[in-house]
Structures are given as C-alpha cells and as structure tokens.
C-alpha cells in the first residue's frame, strides 16, 4: 500500500494557515482551497464539489477542521474507500452544538451583512486571544481574508447540515474544552485534555502526533 496523500480542509474563516502547526514530513500533502459557493448549494452538493481533486489521488485521508471536518464526514457518503481525520468538529447532526441547533431552527445569520460577518469572526478570535498566545492578529487576518459570499453561505447552511458520517472510516481527535463543538456531545474521540477550539494551532505539536498516530494505523504500520 502506498502511503496516504493528505488533503486539509480548513475551518471557516480559515484557509491553509491555520495548519501551520501540523507538521507531516513524509506525506504528499495537498490543502483544497474554499470553492466559492452556488447559493443553493447544500452541504452534500459542495462537499461533492471540494472532493473532486481527492477523487483522483491514491489512497488519499481528509483532514478536516471543524466545517472542513464536517464536509470531509458528508464525503465518507459518496466515497466508499476514503478515510477520514477529524480536529476540532462534529461527524454526524447529532453532535451538533446548542448554536448550531439554534440556527437551524431560527436561521437569522443568513439575513446579516457580510461586514456583519467579518466583524463577528474577528469579535470571536479576538476574545480567543489568551489561547492564540500572540498569535491573534495572524488568525484575525485570515477571516478578513475570506470571501463574503462563502462566508454566508457557510454560516447559513452548515446549522441546516443533517448528514451523518461513516464512522467505520472516521478518526475524531476533539479538544475537552472546546465550546464551539462542546466535548460532552462527541462520541468516540480521540481527547485532546484542554484543548480549545483552535488545537490545531495552539496545541500543534499534540494535534501532529494524534494525526501521525492514526495516519500509521490508517497504513497498518
């Protein structure tokens, strides 16, 4: 078997960056860029849209951080030999968090402004920014860099997400202080003690040696 060709899928608000921690020296590795969205779009019709390149690579593992995760749990769906890596997300609607459900079922964030968007993403990380240890304004910078029209979309449509992963083909390396995707309603993760959120880059060094260990089990090593 050769070995896994990685792809990442960030989380929203977030692009290649916020993998800058994550080091998988010895691994084709390959990170999908947002696709900008048809508004009618659902999260199934994207994820198909963002697995085209992992279509044609061998062996090929998802890494997804939290919305990346999400999608890359709705590919396990129509890609019957794709394996999966979870940081910081939720693999099935059942372990969605109170913000999710509540925007499910009240989805007013579709009627906000986009600047309302960006405001409220760089809100967020700032007051994240004790966890980012100084490293707050390279986070803020990449929701000021993200596309307005992807941003609503995603906001809008990851709440109405009601898929539900193959988990037979899913490893779900999830922090015990997350408040995004509370711990509490994960099932079956591998836990990350303390671990906010935003792991994959305050704690990379961790998160890295999770993901290795279960790149090793992935190839039988």
């Known amino acids: 078997m050769s070995k896994p060709h990685i792809f990442f ?3 929203l608000g977030a692009d290649h960056r916020a993998f800058d921690r994550i080091n998988l020296d010895g691994y084709e590795q390959t990170h999908l860029p947002w696709i900008i969205p048809e508004w009618k779009d659902t999260m199934h019709t994207y994820a198909r849209k ?8 061998q062996n090929p593992v998802v890494i997804g951080l939290s919305l ?4 890359a749990s709705e590919m396990t769906t129509f890609m019957p030999e794709l394996q999966v890596i979870l940081v910081s997300s939720i693999k099935h609607h059942r372990e969605r968090s109170n913000i999710l459900r509540l925007g499910r079922v009240f989805p007013i964030q ?24 100084g490293d707050a304004d390279h986070m803020i910078q990449m929701f ?10 995603a906001i809008l449509h990851a709440p109405k997400w009601r898929g539900k992963g193959d988990e037979t083909r899913i490893a779900h390396i999830h922090g015990t202080a997350d408040r995004m995707f509370p711990y509490r ?10 671990g906010s959120h935003l792991m994959v880059y305050v704690q990379g060094e961790e998160v890295t040696r999770l993901i290795m260990k279960e790149l090793k089990r992935i190839e039988g090593v």
């Open 110 to 133: 579709g009627l906000m402004p986009p600047n309302a968007m960006h405001r409220f993403s760089s809100f967020w990380k700032m007051a994240q920014k004790k966890r980012l240890q």
């Open 68 to 71: 990346g995760g999400m999608l």
């Open 50 to 57: 963002m697995a085209e390149p992992i279509l044609q690579a």
């Open 144 to 153: 000021h860099d993200q596309n307005d029209k992807f941003l609503r979309w």
């Open 185 to 194: 309603r994960i099932q079956n993760a591998i836990p990350v003690e303390g």
């Open 9 to 11: 899928i960030s989380g």
